[in-house]
């Protein structure tokens, strides 16, 4: 049985924890620089706009996390729910924590007149793939995900304000 519940301040050592878990599991283990203060700061801070919800066994032990945010369908017009990470500790898979993780999200997302959750899933994450399409998700086959980042993000968000074609020389 899972108990799903909002994250509170305690729980955000076991996020971080998971999170780093899965960078490990997603092949990426030195890619996460999140830490406790940040991780604090986007949940629980003034204006949070990122929410985490976890699953606990009956007993009250962490068992996974969601972490998600909304995004917005300009052609539906309301909001929808993005799901960041969905994460469920190794030796507490198949006890239904993560479907129950995304049947809150998804009643969230009806309760709140949401148009949609969605999320990303690496291409060769099989059972993640195939446990979302028994839940009724579908891939966006047409759809690629496109990320600016590091290096490039810098070198482009140096030029707002430039003049098309107009590039700084050094």
């Known amino acids: 049985m899972s108990v799903i519940r909002q994250a509170t301040v305690d729980d955000v050592p076991a996020i971080l924890r998971m999170i780093h ?10 890619a996460v620089k999140n830490t406790p203060e940040k991780l604090t700061e986007v949940l629980f801070g003034e204006n949070p706009r990122v929410y985490a919800t976890i699953a606990e066994n009956a007993a ?27 994460y469920v500790e190794p030796d507490a898979r198949g006890e239904g924590h993560g479907k129950a993780l995304l049947h809150h999200l998804a009643a969230t997302a009806v309760e709140r007149g949401y148009a949609r959750v969605e999320w990303s899933v690496l291409n060769w994450n099989e059972p993640s793939i195939n446990f979302y399409k028994n839940l009724g998700a579908f891939p966006m086959e047409e759809w690629s995900t496109f990320r600016l980042t590091g290096e490039a993000l810098e070198a482009f968000g140096a030029k707002a304000g430039q003049p098309e074609g107009s590039f700084a020389r050094g």
């Open 21 to 30: 878990d899965l960078a490990i599991y997603e092949k990426e283990p030195d």
């Open 60 to 86: 009250g032990t962490v068992q996974g996390f969601a972490l998600w945010f909304l995004n917005y369908s300009t052609w539906e017009g309301v909001h929808g729910i993005y799901l960041e990470d969905l």
